[in-house]
T-cell receptor, first 117, second 115 residues
């Protein structure tokens, strides 16, 4: 049981290049999330997906697109990278079971460190 | 909109000293509250959570937090700091209904433990 996995771990891009960050979970969770972490800013939600086939914008969606490929996989795409997108990106999935003691616990991947030059 | 405030960005304690990390929430009704820990170069890991079952919540690694509605607070404590507690700690909030699938995080607090 690997939990939440992310690829790649590190990436350097030039301004204007595109790339896709991959995320997969093996916990049979319905909800998945993409966050970015910047110093002094905490984690900010980029996009989330409450179930296969649905996606919604979070706090900072501009410059990103997402795809919920199936229940396991949720990818984040940067179409034209900008230096402002230099950040650490985390994928997470959410425990959906109805019992209160499990409510809303999110499980995080190890992160992708992205630098845009 | 709900939010949490973690005042300051760094706290330093000596090994064996009390750890106190403050978190205040803003919500018209008591929300669900969480503390996450992030060790260097890793993802976030849940420490503990408040879901209205009990106001004093015990988590992993000897941490606990108390929900105080009158103070709109959910401060994290540990009686005796260990070197392995050095990490960044995030408080987070979610509503109990309407948008409850999302978490809103505080800006984080980096804990340093001195020998």
């Amino acid at each position: 049981n690997a939990g939440v996995t992310q690829t790649p771990k590190f990436q350097v891009l030039k301004t204007g290049q595109s790339m896709t960050l991959q995320c997969a979970q093996d916990m049979n969770h319905n909800s998945m999330y993409w966050y970015r972490q910047d110093p002094g800013m905490g984690l900010r939600l980029i996009y989330y997906s409450a179930s296969e086939g649905t996606t919604d914008k979070g706090e900072v969606p501009n410059g990103y697109n997402v795809s919920r490929l199936n229940k396991r996989e949720f990818s984040l795409r940067l179409e034209s990278a900008a230096p402002s997108q230099t950040s650490v990106y985390f994928c997470a999935s959410r425990e959906d079971r109805g019992r209160l003691e499990f409510y809303n616990e999110q499980f995080f991947g190890p992160g992708t460190r992205l630098t845009v030059l | 909109a709900q939010s949490v405030t973690q005042l300051g960005s760094h706290v330093s304690v000596s090994e064996g000293a009390l750890v106190l990390l403050r978190c205040n929430y803003s919500s018209s009704v008591p929300p669900y509250l969480f503390w996450y820990v992030q060790y260097p170069n890793q993802g976030l890991q849940l420490l503990l959570k408040y879901t209205s079952a009990a106001t004093l919540v015990k988590g992993i690694n000897g941490f606990e937090a108390e929900f105080k509605k009158s103070e709109t607070s959910f401060h994290l404590t540990k009686p005796s700091a260990h070197m392995s507690d050095a990490a960044e700690y995030f408080c987070a909030v979610s509503p109990t209904q309407g948008g409850s699938e999302k978490l809103v995080f505080g800006k984080g607090m980096k804990l340093t433990v001195n020998p």
